[in-house]
């Protein structure tokens, strides 16, 4: 069974710095298109991250996170993680990881981790 | 590309069709997922490519759409149903999400 699972969610103040982590069983982040999702409390989805799958560490970001966040993995231990710094108030929410396959929505999701920026 | 859901909220009864609208500010062809969120619960994809139900979704659900207007319609609501829908497009960087339509008992 593929499975996701997030941690290392927490309080954090603004101007902080935050890594979560996204470990994957069943599936290996290497050979997968991993994003990280959030979602503010009482608020739609907002695509954040994604890292593709292969050996070239190809990413993207939303425009509200580039330069503030990095998303990376960590094959050995089949995790990807988001660094997260210059954390802002509205950066508060639940993170998600899911898997997309090509040509495909996102199929696979863990079941978030909560960050909260405030001071 | 923004897209815009449609109602934010919609009331219905079980055994009820409903329909529910995602408009994209330009044309992302057929490159548009739908989930079904429930409360405290990560989302889980119904739909991929505007209209190809993933395994395990009941028949009842389908998608239909191309270019900048889609649907989602479930047939004969079911208790189960009541939740919160969004699209995504997935046609170009950065992937935006509707702003989310929640289906709530009449």
């Known amino acids: 069974e593929m499975q996701l699972v997030e941690s290392g969610g927490g309080l954090v103040q603004p101007g902080g710095s935050l890594r979560i982590s996204c470990a994957a069983s069943g599936l290996t982040v290497r050979d997968n298109n991993i994003n990280w999702v959030r979602q503010a409390p009482g608020k739609g989805l907002e695509w954040v991250s994604i890292?593709?799958?292969?050996?070239?560490?190809?990413?993207g970001y939303s425009d509200s996170v580039r330069g503030r966040f990095t998303i990376s993995r960590d094959t050995s231990k089949n995790t990807v993680y988001l660094q997260m710094n210059s954390l802002r108030p509205d950066d508060t929410g639940v993170y998600y990881c899911?898997?997309?396959?090509?040509?495909?929505?996102?199929?696979?999701w863990g079941q978030g981790t909560t960050v909260t920026v405030s001071s | 590309i923004q897209m815009t859901q449609s109602p934010s909220t919609l009331s219905a009864s079980v055994g009820d069709r409903v329909t529910i609208t995602c408009r994209a500010s330009?044309?992302?062809?057929?490159?548009l997922a739908w989930y079904q969120q429930k409360p405290g619960k990560a989302p889980k994809l119904l739909i991929s490519?505007?209209?190809i139900l993933e395994s395990g979704v009941p028949s009842r659900f389908s998608g239909s759409g191309s270019g900048t207007e889609f649907t989602l319609a479930i047939t004969s609501l079911q208790p189960d149903d009541f939740a919160t829908y969004h699209c995504q497009q997935y046609n170009s960087y950065p992937w935006m999400f509707g702003q989310g339509t929640k289906v709530e008992i009449k």
């Open positions: 899911a898997r997309r396959i090509i040509f495909s929505g996102m199929d696979v």
């Open positions: 330009q044309s992302i062809t057929n490159w």
């Open positions: 890292l593709h799958s292969g050996t070239a560490d190809v990413t």
């Open positions: 490519k505007a209209s």
